[in-house]
């Protein structure tokens, strides 16, 4: 098997891009921004904008995306959208609609209508706003009667669940009036919240957009399966994305870091595959790489516990029991645990994996079938929700092999 030199880019970062979307709609500026892939739940959020009203345009040849602002106020006082399986989506768009005047129908798909809302709506009716669950009480379908606060208010917003409800917050205060707070409560993953202060901060009417550190993770990983070197071109160290915490584990393995102006390379001379001892990794704060890392533990030859990852069983899927029931599949042991994975690394055989249509979980088992004949997934499509290019890369990889 030689090594892996593969230079590859990522599609722009589905959270980073969400935030900017957002700012844009509610500044009283035309903006742009360049250097823009567009993954599903970044087209479900444009296509929400579009939907109220806003000028909204993107040019696929160009990369470029362009929102004309509207000041806080939203084009059209009546609409129905569509926020699809984006948690990101979802929770900015309701918190945008309670917080200004008008009316609206907001679906989702199955999926994200079984994902925690109760947070953030309790908040915004305390706000004033008249929200109506048209099902299934604190979950989508909702109807939105908003309110514009004219007075200072504070805002105390539970988020145990998900710290994008305070985030969907933080980025309406620009239009609350002058001396409103907002406050989380139960708060024991901060780091999407630093990006979403890192992200209004740096804000521009005209900038770049930034690679997606997510989607840059599972090629990095792919270097510690095979051994050899890959460069993730739009990727960098000074990113405000949690998961770029993902590198410093990969270092723990003997995987090596840096960064020139052809990108975030890191290199592994030594593949993972076999890699000894007992691993504890709280990856609370940066969850969404926590099915990389239980990728990576299938082929160790140890013990690896991720704990503090209750929260994951309240995204796309129940993550934790997809992760249990597919390592069942290809014949690893694991132990899954309310907050918890156990994984008891060994040698995988080759089975179906059931994604559950969550694009992680696909990605992270896909992984795996760099290393192991006859993994096969259900639903290779899943990946586009954030990593439209995924297959493209994973097809790259078997070139080299």
């Known amino acids: 098997m030689g090594k892996l030199n593969l230079i590859t880019r990522v599609p722009t970062s589905k959270s980073v891009l969400a935030r900017l979307m957002i700012l844009a709609a509610l500044s009283d500026q035309k903006c742009v921004f360049d250097d823009v892939t567009m993954s599903k739940d970044s087209e479900n959020l444009f296509n929400v904008l579009k939907d109220l009203g806003f000028s909204v345009s993107y040019n696929p040849g160009t990369l470029r995306l ?10 059209k006082r009546e609409a129905a959208v569509y926020v699809g399986n984006a948690g990101t989506a979802a929770r900015f768009s309701v918190a945008m609609l309670a917080l200004s005047d008008g009316e609206y129908m907001v679906n989702a798909s199955h999926e994200m209508s079984l994902r925690p809302m109760k947070g953030i709506l309790d908040t915004l009716r305390s706000a004033g706003a008249e929200i109506i669950c048209t099902e299934v009480e604190d979950h989508f379908p909702l109807i939105i009667k908003g309110h514009r606060p004219e007075k200072p208010v504070k805002l105390t917003v539970d988020v145990s669940e998900s710290t994008q409800f305070a985030s969907a917050l ?3 205060k620009g239009i609350l009036p002058e001396g409103s707070v907002i406050e989380g409560v139960n708060e024991n993953r901060n780091s999407y919240i630093k990006l979403t ?4 901060n740096d804000f521009k009417p005209r900038m770049n957009a930034e690679g997606d550190i997510s989607s840059a993770a599972y090629c990095f990983a792919s270097a510690l399966l095979l051994g050899g070197s890959v460069t993730v ?3 960098t ?7 770029i915490r993902f590198l410093k584990l990969l270092q723990s393995f ?3 870091y840096s960064e020139d102006e052809r990108g975030l390379k890191i290199t592994c001379d ?3 595959v076999g890699n000894k001892g007992n691993l504890e990794l709280d990856m609370s704060d940066y969850s969404d790489q926590s099915m990389t890392m239980a990728a990576l533990a299938a082929v160790r030859s140890g013990d690896t516990l991720i704990k503090n990852i209750g929260h994951i069983r309240k995204q796309e899927c129940d993550r934790i029991t997809a992760l249990y029931e597919n390592f069942k599949e290809i014949g690893i042991e694991s132990e899954a645990g309310d907050d918890y994975i156990l994984i008891h690394g060994g040698t995988p055989h080759g089975g179906n994996i059931k994604t559950y249509n969550d694009h992680r979980i696909y990605m992270s088992f896909s992984l795996l079938g760099l290393v192991t004949e006859g993994i096969k997934a259900d639903n290779p499509m899943c990946a586009s929700k954030s990593y439209p290019g995924f297959n493209d890369f994973m097809s790259s990889l078997r070139q080299q092999l």
């Open 170 to 172: 933080m980025l309406m």
């Open 270 to 272: 030594t593949p993972i």
């Open 254 to 256: 003997g995987a090596q």
């Open 233 to 235: 071109s739009n990727a």
């Open 66 to 75: 362009k929102i004309a602002g509207c000041g806080g106020v939203m084009p």
């Open 197 to 200: 202060e890192a992200v209004i």
């Open 237 to 243: 160290l000074k990113s405000a994305q949690p998961d």
